[in-house]
């Protein structure tokens, strides 16, 4: 049994299709049928069942896999040790997140400060957070970054930026102009919202309970940039998050005076599995990166929120 065999093997079983995934790993179709015919002989069972032209892996497959992933992870990241510690490593991170708007920066800033280090970076549905833990537990990925616990015991998560949230105030609205505001003044309010099941949709809903009030979903949408775009056309007020350093949006942003309004992000890994160094440090860049945006700004709150109080 040969380690090429269990490479193509793990992508056969996971797009089974010959031909799909002979053109992934740049092979002629028919060798790879031999290669897989050949692993099927030495484990002396069938891996697939075919119909046609149709594979379908089975029972035997799938344990097979199982094992075959957790084989191939272990290899790599005893390669990935190895050239730590040969000092050979020129750095490389494997990344998956779910607000690649809020880590763009942060990776860029990161990039000038190491230049040799390589990135590979899954953008991860909000919706689909649970496809970060198995990509954690497979090896996919070294870290992730996150806006909303993955909450799973063997995956530590590491608060690094704890985000104000304001109230997005397109321009003419009655409110355009406040400084701060306290949510209780909104109820009935036209609100621009995340779709269910968002985990920012949960936040923004936890936000107005805390309050006592219910507002209007006019839109509901999936991603920042869209959020963005009907504030600004005018259709709705929005939660928005908001740090020293972000450009400046098309529209006003209120300081929420009462409730407290925040995000948490987060990196998360899987303690048992072994960090490079790249990743280490990547890891306490973010810790140091945004603790830099996050103490002025908070000062400001204060400043502002006192002045507000003054007005009652």
């Given at each position: 049994?040969?380690?090429?065999?269990?490479?193509?093997?793990?992508?056969?079983?996971?797009?089974?299709?010959?031909?799909?995934?002979?053109?992934?790993?740049?092979?002629?179709?028919?060798?790879?049928?031999?290669?897989?015919?050949?692993?099927?002989?030495?484990?002396?069972?069938?891996?697939?069942?075919?119909?046609?032209?149709?594979?379908?892996?089975?029972?035997?497959?799938?344990?097979?896999?199982?094992?075959?992933?957790?084989?191939?992870?272990a290899l790599e990241e005893g390669r990935r040790e190895v050239t730590d510690l040969a000092g050979m490593e020129r750095g490389s991170i494997r990344l998956a997140t779910t607000a690649l708007n809020r880590l763009s920066k942060a990776l860029g800033a990161?990039?000038?400060?190491?230049?040799?280090?390589?990135?590979?970076?899954?953008?991860?549905?909000?919706?689909?957070?649970?496809?970060?833990?198995?990509?954690?537990?497979?090896?996919?990925?070294?870290?992730?970054?996150?806006?909303?616990?993955?909450?799973?015991?063997?995956?530590?998560?590491?608060?690094?930026?704890?985000?104000?949230?304001?109230?997005?105030?397109?321009?003419?609205?009655?409110?355009?102009?406040?400084?701060?505001?306290?949510?209780q003044e909104l109820s009935g309010e036209a609100f621009i919202e995340y779709k269910e099941g968002h985990p920012f949709r949960k936040m923004n809903d936890e936000f107005c309970e805390s309050a006592g009030i219910r507002r209007e979903v006019v839109c509901?949408?999936?991603?920042?940039?869209?959020?963005?775009?009907?504030?600004?056309?005018?259709?709705?007020?929005?939660?928005?998050?908001?740090?020293?350093?972000?450009?400046?949006?098309?529209?006003?942003?209120?300081?929420?005076?009462?409730?407290?309004?925040?995000?948490?992000?987060?990196?998360?890994?899987?303690?048992?599995?072994?960090?490079?160094?790249?990743?280490?440090?990547?890891?306490?860049?973010?810790?140091?990166?945004?603790?830099?945006?996050?103490?002025?700004?908070?000062?400001?709150?204060?400043?502002?929120?006192?002045?507000?109080?003054?007005?009652?």
């Amino acid at each position: 049994m040969e380690l090429l065999q269990l490479q193509y093997f793990q992508t056969v079983a996971r797009m089974e299709h010959m031909t799909n995934a002979a053109k992934e790993l740049r092979i002629a179709q028919p060798a790879l049928s031999k290669t897989i015919a050949r692993l099927e002989e030495d484990l002396g069972v069938p891996l697939f069942d075919r119909q046609n032209r149709q594979i379908k892996l089975n029972s035997f497959g799938k344990a097979f896999l199982k094992s075959v992933e957790t084989a191939l992870s272990a290899l790599e990241e005893g390669r990935r040790e190895v050239t730590d510690l040969a000092g050979m490593e020129r750095g490389s991170i494997r990344l998956a997140t779910t607000a690649l708007n809020r880590l763009s920066k942060a990776l860029g800033a990161f990039r000038t400060a190491y230049p040799e280090v390589n990135f590979r970076v899954v953008q991860i549905p909000p919706n689909a957070m649970l496809d970060m833990v198995g990509m954690l537990e497979n090896g996919e990925v070294d870290l992730c970054f996150i806006a909303a616990s993955l909450e799973e015991a063997k995956i530590r998560e590491m608060p690094v930026l704890q985000a104000e949230v304001y109230l997005a105030v397109p321009a003419g609205h009655r409110l355009e102009g406040r400084e701060c505001i306290s949510l209780q003044e909104l109820s009935g309010e036209a609100f621009i919202e995340y779709k269910e099941g968002h985990p920012f949709r949960k936040m923004n809903d936890e936000f107005c309970e805390s309050a006592g009030i219910r507002r209007e979903v006019v839109c509901e949408v999936d991603e920042p940039a869209a959020l963005n775009s009907l504030v600004s056309a005018g259709l709705g007020l929005a939660f928005v998050p908001g740090c020293k350093g972000d450009d400046k949006p098309p529209y006003s942003m209120l300081r929420i005076e009462s409730p407290s309004c925040h995000r948490t992000f987060s990196i998360a890994w899987l303690e048992q599995r072994y960090l490079s160094k790249a990743a280490l440090r990547f890891r306490q860049f973010l810790v140091d990166y945004f603790n830099e945006l996050q103490e002025p700004v908070e000062q400001e709150r204060m400043e502002q929120t006192q002045a507000f109080r003054q007005l009652q």
